[in-house]
């Protein structure tokens, strides 16, 4: 069972930053999952944030978060941050951390595992 907790979700206004992370652990995670990011807003379905791939060269974001979102990787592979500027009240949301096997297979939720979830909520 791979396990995953996510943490740094908070309250913050419009225009400010937040940073999320991810801690992998159980003895079937493989470093050599890709990891990624949802969020999930208030009677709305889960949409895909981010991801980047096990080595960390690869990365995607949704359209709506690019320029403002980064995503990596540290060197144990095992935690994965996600890097939120210039926020919105539409970046309002629950954020799930994700790690399953390539960025496109994230993409369609084809994912391993799923963490509890951590709350953003950005104030305008």
């Known amino acids: 069972q791979v396990q995953l907790v996510e943490s740094g979700g908070g309250l913050v206004q419009a225009g400010g930053s937040l940073r999320l992370s991810c801690a992998a652990s159980?003895?079937?995670?493989?470093?050599?999952?890709?990891m990624g990011w949802f969020r999930q807003a208030p009677g709305k379905e889960r949409d895909f944030v981010a991801a980047?791939?096990?080595?960390?060269?690869?990365?995607d974001y949704a359209d709506s978060v690019k320029g403002r979102f980064t995503i990596s990787r540290d060197n144990t592979k095992t935690t994965v941050s996600l890097q939120m500027n210039s926020l919105k009240p539409e970046d309002t949301a629950v954020y799930y951390c994700?790690?399953?096997?390539?960025?496109?297979?994230?993409?369609?939720?084809?994912?391993?595992?799923w963490g509890q979830g951590t709350q953003v909520t950005v104030s305008s």
């Open positions: 994700a790690a399953g096997g390539t960025i496109a297979t994230l993409k369609i939720f084809r994912v391993a595992s």
């Open positions: 159980g003895r079937t995670f493989s470093s050599y999952y890709g």
């Open positions: 980047i791939s096990w080595s960390g060269d690869s990365t």
